[in-house]
């Protein structure tokens, strides 16, 4: 099962490596949607080990949240979990988050297939 932590993000530059680190540990991979940021969010999220994709401009969280899915798409993903990149959602959750899920649906069903979306 591939894995995948998503977190968009607009001028997290302060608190997006911590977030990014925390869930390497627990995910396959870690993807920065940065919507239009103009501080330093990409540095910091591409030194701690994201992948980022970038907004030239702000386009609006709905927006960066369709850019996770198109990417989770592109990339085979399994499962994706959302996370905020300000530090609101705490990435050592993810483990307990994950099995919750599958153990209230079939792995099957609750595998979204992101290349039918």
């Known amino acids: ?9 607009h ?3 302060l608190a ?7 869930a390497r540990k627990h995910v396959d991979d870690i993807l920065v949607v940065d919507d239009g940021s103009t501080d ?6 591409t030194e701690a080990g994201a992948v980022v994709v970038s907004h030239e401009v702000n386009k ?6 369709r850019s996770c899915f198109n990417y989770a798409k592109e990339h ?9 990149g300000d530090g609101q959602h705490d990435p050592a959750y993810i483990p307990e988050f994950i099995n919750q899920t ?4 079939d792995q099957n069903a609750s595998q979204s297939n992101f290349r039918k979306v």
Do not use: H, Q, R, W
């Open 40 to 45: 330093n969010t990409v540095e910091v999220a």
């Open 11 to 13: 001028n997290e530059g």
């Open 60 to 65: 609006g969280y709905g927006a960066a949240i």
């Open 16 to 22: 997006i490596g911590s977030v990014v680190l925390i």
């Open 76 to 84: 085979d993903v399994d499962t994706m979990i959302i996370l905020d």
């Open 1 to 9: 099962m591939k894995t995948l932590a998503a977190i968009p993000c």
């Open 102 to 105: 599958l153990k209230k649906f």
